[in-house]
């Protein structure tokens, strides 16, 4: 296993432009997380599933992001009619639901919305 | 609301010394905490953790202190290399919960040859 992999790394995107992400987990963790870490803050959590049910969204994941994890593997998040205050690296973990050493995280996909 | 704090956005300390990272949080209902340690490019890495039934936890160079009374933990690197330095997050859980975690702000460490 090669850890949790993200993709794209890195989205450019025009205001109003829907963007999609990418996230696979770790095969045996049955926790994905997905946080936003803007400059100079640390990761900031907006929503997490047990296998395929999404148990807990932030109050910064507006009506405008929604995520999902089909069959409790993959992930995606997206971001409808991006604006320019979506501009963050939006992170990935996955964990067993039990875990003392955490997360494992991915590198991230950097967005950019122009 | 930001309930758990690095209240130092940088540090640096010349290799071989002691790095202390700090990290106060105000939520006494959480009970076990992490260090993360990102490089540039990187996601977060789990570096240590410590559970509230604890005051101290160490692995190596590396040595967690909780001060419970205090909410207040802290982070000490002996000796401290080059390759320490990164961005050091704390992150603090209640783990009767979700075992979902709170970041602190980070603190870059930058030790200098």
């Known amino acids: 296993d090669t850890g949790v992999s993200q993709n794209p790394r890195h989205k450019i995107t025009k205001r109003g432009q829907n963007v999609t992400f990418r996230c696979d987990p770790i095969?045996?963790?049955?926790?994905l997380y997905w946080y936003r870490q803007t400059l100079g803050q640390g990761p900031e959590f907006l929503t997490y599933?047990?296998?395929?049910?999404?148990?807990?969204k932030s109050r910064l994941l507006s009506d405008r992001f929604s995520a999902e994890r089909p069959k409790g593997s993959f992930s995606t998040l997206e971001i409808q009619r991006t604006e320019q205050g979506d501009s963050a690296m939006y992170l990935c973990?996955?964990?067993?639901?039990?875990?003392?050493?955490?997360?494992?995280f991915g590198s991230g996909t950097r967005l950019t919305v122009v | 609301d930001q309930q758990v704090k690095q209240n130092s956005p940088s540090l640096s300390v010349q290799e071989g010394r002691i790095s202390i990272l700090n990290c106060d949080y105000t939520?006494?209902?959480?009970?076990?905490f992490l260090w993360y340690k990102k490089y540039p490019a990187e996601g977060p890495t789990f570096l240590i953790s410590?559970?509230?039934?604890?005051d101290k936890n160490e692995d190596g160079r590396f040595t967690v202190f909780l001060n419970k009374s205090a909410k207040h933990l802290s982070l000490h690197i002996v000796p401290s290399q080059p390759g320490d330095s990164a961005v050091y997050f704390c992150?603090?859980?209640?783990?009767?919960?979700?075992?979902?975690?709170?970041f602190g702000t980070g603190t870059r460490l930058k030790v200098l040859a």
């Open positions: 973990a996955s964990s067993l639901e039990v875990s003392p050493t955490g997360y494992t």
């Open positions: 095969s045996e963790h049955n926790r």
């Open positions: 599933f047990q296998n395929e049910a999404q148990l807990e």
């Open positions: 939520n006494s209902m959480f009970d076990y």
């Open positions: 410590i559970s509230s039934i604890k």
């Open positions: 992150a603090a859980s209640a783990t009767s919960g979700t075992y979902k975690y709170i």
